[in-house]
T-cell receptor, first 115, second 112 residues
Framework: EAQVTQNPRYLITVTGKKLTVTCSQNMNHEYMSWYRQDPGLGLRQIYYSMNVEVTDKGDVPEGYKVSRKEKRNFPLILESPSPNQTSLYFC??????????????FGEGSRLTVL | RKEVEQDPGPFNVPEGATVAFNCTYSNSASQSFFWYRQDCRKEPKLLMSVYSSGNEDGRFTAQLNRASQYISLLIRDSKLSDSATYLCVVNEVPNAGNMLTFGGGTRLMVKP
């Protein structure tokens, strides 16, 4: 089954404790991206990757890091989480061969709470 | 100013009603447009693309007005299962990684 898998789905942590949210897709997609969703602000892009070893900042990259060492994986790293990073996070992927069809495939989301 | 704006709603409608949502975008160079659906506590999923000539998919009709920079989604004969948040999505920068801008979503609640 084609899917994007995120882990953990739910996490409560404390300020300053490094954490990683993993994302894996089995569709051989070139493009992967991380979003956060907050009430009233919609989905905002954190980082994206056009292919292996190619990453770039989105609209709200502060406080986050990513890596793309393999095509299927795109982990999101919070080196020192703060309460303002409490949010619902989505990983998404898409086949992107120079033409974007509009279909992003999203993971089920990771709800993060930073105390 | 938000780049893609939607009325957050909620729109409360009875079953069988026709309901329409609008979405405005600020970048006149935007290339392509989409509607996504997001159920409560779930991930967004593509509902339909929006073509310049307008397009229909069953009970759903999407239209684009480039001159006024808005897109619309019309749902006919609403079902309880249509209750969800509908996200307007604009591809503002083609062939770039930050390609999609999401609106804040319009919440629809269909009542029996």
């Amino acid at each position: 089954e084609a899917q994007v898998t995120q882990n953990p789905r739910y996490l409560i942590t404390v300020t300053g404790k490094k954490l990683t949210v993993t994302c894996s897709q089995n569709m051989n997609h070139e493009y992967m991206s991380w979003y956060r969703q907050d009430p009233g602000l919609g989905l905002r892009q954190i980082y994206y990757s056009m292919n292996v070893e190619v990453t770039d900042k989105g609209d709200v990259p502060e406080g986050y890091k990513v890596s793309r060492k393999e095509k299927r994986n795109f982990p999101l790293i919070l080196e020192s989480p703060s309460p303002n990073q409490t949010s619902l996070y989505f990983c998404a992927s898409s086949s992107y061969l120079g033409t974007f069809t509009g279909e992003l495939f999203f993971g089920e989301g990771s709800r993060l709470t930073v105390l | 100013r938000k780049e893609v704006e939607q009325d957050p709603g909620p729109f409360n409608v009875p079953e069988g009603a026709t309901v329409a949502f609008n979405c405005t975008y600020s970048n006149s160079a935007s290339q392509s447009f989409f509607w996504y659906r997001q159920d409560c506590r779930k991930e967004p999923k593509l509902l339909m693309s929006v073509y310049s000539s307008g397009n229909e998919d069953g009970r759903f009709t999407a239209q684009l007005n480039r001159a006024s920079q808005y897109i619309s989604l019309l749902i006919r004969d609403s079902k309880l299962s249509d209750s969800a948040t509908y996200l307007c999505v604009v591809n503002e920068v083609p062939n770039a990684g930050n390609m999609l801008t999401f609106g804040g979503g319009t919440r629809l609640m269909v009542k029996p």
